[in-house]
């Protein structure tokens, strides 16, 4: 029997990383969740050893990675080089599967082409704006940014490859478009994009199967097998408990002695995949997942198991960490989660309590 839990851990560069800037991790990941945002400079930093938040952020500055909607319609990380074939691939599928949700919003195609015009002439030239004056030009042209319309249309032009996020400005993010954020990058056919995308998660998450991956890209499962199909050569499988699992031909052994790792709240850890049952048993589920209303939360990982969540406390000079364990825990292995915890507090520069 693999340890599918144990070889996670390497294939995510969470053990053994052989990344060593921000924008690898992205770009070997694929994508990184990242709705929250603080959560996803920590899904970096927990794979880059020596990294501080002020590294990855200067990656996200430098145009090196862009944060924008793409996979299940949902904000992730991309590197810059991969966003252009990595949109057209994903984005058709959510959006025809909101063709719904826009008539219940009165939003139809004069709409959002007038919006992407507006949008367009506004933040030309390398602007970024906040979303309070993005949605200020749209009312400005009698386009109502009321409800949840404002969002849908950000979302929309982002999954169309119009806008992206720009830099935060304190805790509120900006907007910018694309085409000035990243005004080149490499596009692909949709049969080799299908067929990279599927390179990147099964070396990236595997062991995972044809059905963990299309959940993940939102993709059909026909589409999900033959991206597989055609990198299948650049990979290896195995078959346990009658199901069949697909993984990096290239893995390396793990050097690494580290066996606790605190992970932050939606890490592609646990959402990379449909079944999760091989990190985080089912009576568990619920509390990594309260009420199943999809917010993650942060996660205690021991040995490739999820074992808790925890939770931080910033102050202005230090963190708080708490810890929830589901069951008690020895004391050698809590001693090895605050060892994680002062790296944490590396990451972010403060003293850890």
Not at 61 to 83: F, K, N, P, Q
Not at 94 to 101: D, I, Q
Request: charged share 25%.
């Amino acid at each position: 029997m693999k340890d599918i839990a144990f070889l996670r851990l390497i294939h995510q560069q969470i053990l053994n990383t052989r990344c060593r800037q921000p924008h690898e991790v992205v770009s070997v990941l694929g994508a990184i969740q990242a709705q929250d945002y603080a959560a996803s400079l920590w899904a970096i930093g927990a794979r880059l050893p020596t990294s501080t938040r002020t590294d990855v952020e200067s990656a996200v500055s430098e145009h090196r990675i862009v944060r924008t909607w793409a996979m299940r319609g949902t904000i992730h990380l991309i590197a810059a080089e991969d966003v252009r074939w990595m949109l057209p691939l994903l984005a058709p599928r959510v959006l025809s599967g909101a063709a719904g949700r826009d008539r219940q919003l009165g939003l139809d195609a004069a709409t959002f082409s007038r919006s992407r015009k507006l949008l367009e002439k506004a933040l030309q030239g390398g602007k970024q704006m906040p979303r309070d004056e993005v949605y200020a030009v749209l009312e400005s042209s009698k386009i109502s940014t009321e409800g949840q319309r404002g969002y849908h249309i950000l979302w929309r032009l982002g999954l169309e490859g119009v806008v992206c996020f720009g830099q935060h400005e304190g805790k509120q993010p900006t907007f910018a478009l694309l085409d000035d954020w990243v005004p080149q990058s490499r596009r692909l056919e949709r049969d080799a994009a299908l067929a990279e995308l599927a390179l990147r998660y099964f070396s990236s998450r595997g062991p995972a199967t044809a059905q963990d991956f299309a959940t993940w890209a939102k993709l059909s499962l026909a589409e999900a097998r033959a991206g597989l199909e055609s990198s299948a050569p650049e990979l290896q499988r195995f078959t346990q408990t009658g199901e069949t699992y697909w993984m990096s031909k290239m893995l390396a052994e793990s050097t690494d002695s580290q066996t606790a790792f605190l992970l932050p709240a939606f890490d592609e850890y646990l959402l990379g995949y449909k079944d999760r049952n091989a990190v985080l048993a089912a009576e568990h589920a619920g509390k990594v997942v309260p009420g199943g209303n999809g917010m993650f939360l942060p996660m205690m990982v021991l040995d490739g198991r999820i074992v808790g969540i925890w939770k931080r406390t910033l102050k202005k000079t230090s963190v708080h960490i708490d810890y929830a364990p589901f069951g008690k825990l020895k004391k050698s292995n809590l001693a090895s989660f605050d060892v994680a915890a002062q790296r944490y507090g590396a990451f972010l520069g403060l003293m850890v309590e």
